[in-house]
Every structure is written in C-alpha cells, then in structure tokens.
C-alpha cells in the first residue's frame, strides 16, 4: 500500500512537472524576442579596450536599449534624457539615412524639457513629397519614434540591420564608435511595405553606454 502511494505521488508530480515546463516555454517564447548579433564597421573602429570589453557589456547594451525604448513609448523625455550622451547629445533620423547636415541634434537639458517645448522644428524631408517635417517633439515621437508598438518586436539586432528597403542604411558609417540594437517589425500587408524599425544608438563611456542616435526606419517609394 505504502509502495502505491509513492509511485502515485511520483507521478503527480512528474505530470505537474511537465506541464509547468510547457507553459513556462510558453511564456518564455512568447516574451524573449529573438536576439541576433554581427559584426559591423562600429566594432572594426572601436578602440582594443572596448572591443575586448564589449561581450561582457553587450547585456548591459541590451538592459539599456529597453529602459530607453520604455521612456520612449511613455514619452517621458526627462527619464529618456538621462541616458543621452552628455557630450555629444542625441540625433534623430527619420528615414534610416543618417544625415549630419538635416538631422537634428538635442543635448540632454533640452529633450528632458521637450514636453514643455512647443517649438516646431524642421528634423528632415518627408520621403512621399520631400516637404519639410515640421513638427514639435511630441509630433515627431508619434510619427518617426513610437510610431508602432517595438514591445511587440520577436526579433532584436545587436549591431545587426534585420531589415532594409531602399534608403541607404549608414548607421555603421555615420556612428563608427558605437554600437546599436534594433527593434524590428516584420511587414504583415504581405507586400513588404508596412515593416518598421527603430534603431538605438550607443556610446560606451567608462562601463556606461549613452544614447546618442535614434533612427527610424520603414518602407520608402
């Protein structure tokens, strides 16, 4: 009697056992998006210091690219601010392209006061009729940052580009000294025209990466 007992509650415990390993898989997939790393020109300029650095911080890249992007999809641009690189401050793209001479710029002081800004400013051309993007911040972040949901992503490049169209992807060229993870959403419409990304650009300073790019990308004509 006692030797049945034990193999019933041997039993219980293996169904209870495989069962939670399922929905605990379940769980896991449903939650962790794919990551892919790959070697850009960023890693070929790094300095030897922060090349033999980089895979013990490409996590804390990771755990950084995620506070940001949480700051972006609450437009909290004072949480947001506190990542951007005191130096160099923090450029945005609004079509892959990265280009120094209509992007703009904002240091850290002045994107922590953007919500209270409501200056509108010219960030670049629009791609469908190459007229002016004037927008305050907030209509820029809604348009050119948080324009779809990158919590949905089920893949993330760590100095990869997952997806391009055909606007030139410069990120390596444009910010050889830093690393970059993108959110990718893959094209449901079936016709490869509705795909977006949001790229976050880094800076690794003294164990600390800082933000210093964000670019979108989608499908241009």
């Given amino acids: 009697m006692k030797r049945r007992v034990i193999v019933f509650f041997c039993c219980i415990s293996l169904i209870v056992g495989l069962a939670a390993g399922f929905v605990l898989r379940g769980v896991v997939s449903g939650q962790q998006p794919a990551v892919h790393t790959g070697a850009t020109s960023a890693d070929a300029s790094t300095s030897q210091q922060d090349t033999e650095a980089l895979p013990d911080q490409k996590g804390r890249l990771v755990i950084a690219a995620m506070k940001a992007m949480r700051a972006i999809a609450e437009q909290d ?51 469908s009729d190459f007229s002016p993007i004037k927008m305050t911040v907030p209509e820029y972040f809604d348009s050119y940052v948080w324009d779809a949901n990158y919590w949905d992503v089920s893949e993330i490049g760590v100095d990869t580009v ?30 490869d025209r509705d795909w977006s990304s949001l790229k976050l650009v880094f800076r690794l300073s003294d164990s600390d990466w800082y933000l210093v790019g964000i670019i979108h990308s989608e499908w241009t004509a």
Avoid: I, K, Q
Wanted: hydrophobic share 35%; charged share 20%; aromatic share 14%.
């Fill in 77 to 127: 641009f004072e949480s947001l601010a506190s990542f951007v690189d005191p130096e160099e401050g923090v450029t945005f793209t609004p079509y892959s392209t990265v280009d120094p001479t209509s992007n703009l710029t904002f240091s850290a002081d002045d994107l922590a006061a953007a919500g209270e800004d409501d200056t509108s400013y010219v960030w670049g051309l629009s791609s």
């Fill in 162 to 191: 997952l997806h391009s169209g055909n606007s030139l992807e410069n990120v390596a060229d444009a910010y050889p000294d830093c690393h970059f993870v993108d959110f990718y959403l893959p094209a449901t419409d079936g016709t």
